[in-house]
């Protein structure tokens, strides 16, 4: 399984971008997908994540509310919503995917990676 993510850039703080990551190659579900985001000098941490099932979603407190996260399983795509960007934001964005119908919280859990989408958000 092959992941690639696109749709990074740079953006005023209060702004709005959309990331995409399709899956390509031998994809078989069900498979979870999650954004981790990794700041400069920082961990890689999780952002959001969704299961199989698109009605299972789950957010960490820092972009509840900013972040949406959707997947179009016709299309293998996981998207990410990120409005109201703040300067903390700014950080290379990796989607991640993984078999089962679960949804991890834990970078571990994933075995598939993207290559990563800087996002660059400026006060």
């Known amino acids: 399984v092959q992941l690639q993510a696109s749709g990074g850039g740079l953006v005023q703080a209060g702004g709005s971008l959309r990331l995409s990551c399709a899956a390509s190659?031998?994809?078989?579900?069900?498979?979870?997908m999650a954004w981790f985001r990794q700041g400069p000098g920082k961990e890689r941490e999780f952002v959001a994540g969704i299961a199989w099932t698109t009605s299972i979603t789950y957010y960490e407190d820092y972009v509840k509310g900013r972040f949406t996260i959707s997947r179009d399983n016709a299309k293998n795509t996981v998207y990410l919503q990120m409005n109201s960007l703040k300067p903390e934001d700014t950080a290379v964005y990796y989607c991640?995917?993984?078999?089962?119908?679960?949804?991890?919280?834990?970078?571990?859990?994933?075995?598939?990676w993207g290559q990563g989408t800087q996002v660059t958000v400026s006060s």
């Open positions: 190659g031998r994809t078989f579900s069900p498979y979870a």
């Open positions: 991640a995917a993984t078999y089962g119908s679960m949804l991890y919280l834990s970078r571990n859990e994933y075995n598939y």
